[in-house]
């Protein structure tokens, strides 16, 4: 064998090593972070604050929110005005299936929110 492919052949190996190894010690550096309970990326009162998404203090009431409008009820007592969250999450899904002439956008229809992110905000409303 000559002193070239061997050369190749260990650097070959070196380079087959790490490629297990670094996997390996990304995985190891994940796991030894603490993993709590998965929130959601963004939690609900930002989400429902926040002028590029839920945006619901420009019509409703929500304590807690600065400025709002009154376009739209006060959002209030929601776990006991509305136990079921499946309802509360079709209105914020799409209100137009209820109200077709109603002018809150439809946040899932349209992409604006996900599942995930009505989800949250439906935690944060059940605290108002
Ligand atoms: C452009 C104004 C507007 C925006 C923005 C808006 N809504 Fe509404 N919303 C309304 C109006 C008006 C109503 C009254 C019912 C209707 O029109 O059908 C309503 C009704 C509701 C209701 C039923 C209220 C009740 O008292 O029964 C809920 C819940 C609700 N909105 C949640 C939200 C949430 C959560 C957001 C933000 C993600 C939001 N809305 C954003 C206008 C808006």
């Not at 709590?36 to 002028?51: C, I, M, N």
């Not at 376009?71 to 914020?92: C, F, H, Q, T």
Request: proline letters at 9%; hydrophobic letters at 40%.
């Amino acid at each position: 064998m000559s002193d070239r492919s061997s050369l190749l052949k260990m650097k070959m190996s070196a380079l087959a090593l790490s490629a297990m190894l670094i996997p390996l010690l990304a995985s190891r550096a994940a796991f030894a972070q603490p993993s709590p309970v998965p929130a959601p990326a963004v939690p609900g009162e930002a989400l429902a604050f926040d002028h590029n998404k839920g945006n619901c203090l420009t019509c409703h009431v929500i304590k807690g929110g600065d400025a709002p409008g009154n376009v739209g009820p006060e959002l209030s007592d929601m776990k006991a005005r509305y136990p079921d969250r499946n309802e509360l999450a079709a209105i914020i899904y799409d209100e137009t299936k209820r109200n077709p002439l109603t002018v809150m956008p439809p946040f899932g229809r349209n992409l604006i929110l996900t599942d995930r992110e009505i989800q949250a905000i439906i935690d944060f409303l059940y605290t108002r």
